[in-house]
Every structure is written in structure tokens, then in C-alpha cells.
């Protein structure tokens, strides 16, 4: 569920190493590598619309030893104007194959890029939860339209991060 049965309102999450945390916001990270929906070179900033969901989104490229070994900071925003929020639903997505793992391949990236082009926040499925929710920020635009709750230490469960026997 992306908001309290009966609310409008929207948060967004995302978990940053600890050195990052106070620039979550400014989509450098994906400017500079790229990412499922955007381009290198396009300022993107990747969340999720709940905590569990951005955890598995970055422990998919980290692993849990990264997570249970570096410092990490996981932020929680509010969308100010939920309206102004794009929703994308799985049908809409040209080809089915982008909302499933594994690298992104052009269209998608310039696709997404049309869409950041387009609209401040866009609410887009996961590749990593299929049930799941991301919500993509053009930082260039969206200014005004979300604001910053919190930011708190993240630790992992160290079950997620066993030791080899």
C-alpha cells in the first residue's frame, strides 16, 4: 500500500550511505552512472514510496554486507502536492521486460527520461518487489514539492547478514 487507507499523502524513502545522506536529494549519483530510468547525465533521484522497499533497492546492487558494514542513513520525505505526481502502471510500460531484474537497456533509460522531462515525480514499479512502488524525482524541477521528515541511522537485521559456518 503506497498511503494509509483513505490519505492522499505520499512519502518518500531512500537509504543512502552515511557520507551521502546530506545530498540524497540531488540525483548526482544518477547523473553520473545513469540508472533503470534515466540516462547518464540526467539528475535523477531514485526512491521508493515505503522503508522496506528502499532497503531491497539498494541491497540489490550492495548486498547485506555492505548494508550491515557501512553506515548508512535512511531519509523519509512527504510529497507536498500528491497531485502532481505521474503514475505509471505496469501495462503502460512499453516493453513488459523493464519492470523485471537485470540491466536496463536504452529505450527504457530514454524512455524514463521523456518521463522526468515531463513530470517533477514520477510513481513507477519496482524491478526489485513486484508489488512494490518507486517514486523517481527530477530534482531540477521539483523543488517546493516534497520536504525532508527525517533522517535516522540505518541498521540492518544482522539475521539478513548470517555468519558462514
Not at 557520507?19 to 553520473?32: K, Y
Not at 530510468?37 to 540526467?42: D, L, P
Not at 527520461?113 to 513530470?119: I, N, P
Request: glycine content about 8%.
Amino acid at each position: 500500500m503506497l498511503v494509509a487507507p483513505g490519505s492522499r499523502e505520499l512519502y518518500l524513502w531512500r537509504l543512502d550511505q552515511a557520507r551521502h545522506a546530506s545530498s540524497w536529494a540531488s540525483g548526482i549519483g544518477a547523473e553520473m552512472a545513469g540508472g533503470r530510468w534515466n540516462s547518464r547525465g540526467i539528475k535523477t533521484v531514485y526512491c521508493s514510496a515505503d522503508p522496506a522497499t528502499a532497503i531491497l533497492e539498494v541491497a540489490v546492487h550492495k548486498g547485506f554486507q555492505t548494508l550491515d558494514t557501512m553506515a548508512h542513513v535512511l531519509t523519509c520525505a512527504r510529497v507536498l502536492k500528491p497531485e502532481r505526481v505521474h503514475r505509471v502502471l505496469p501495462h503502460e510500460v512499453p516493453n513488459p521486460n523493464w519492470l523485471v531484474p537485470g540491466s536496463p537497456g536504452r529505450g527504457q533509460q530514454q524512455y524514463g527520461d521523456l518521463l522526468l522531462a515531463q513530470h517533477p515525480l514520477i510513481l513507477i514499479p519496482s524491478a526489485v518487489s513486484r508489488y512494490s512502488w518507486n517514486v523517481l524525482i527530477n530534482p531540477l524541477t521539483a523543488d517546493g514539492l516534497f520536504e525532508e521528515l527525517s533522517q535516522e541511522r540505518f541498521a540492518l537485521d544482522t539475521r539478513l547478514n548470517p555468519p558462514v559456518n
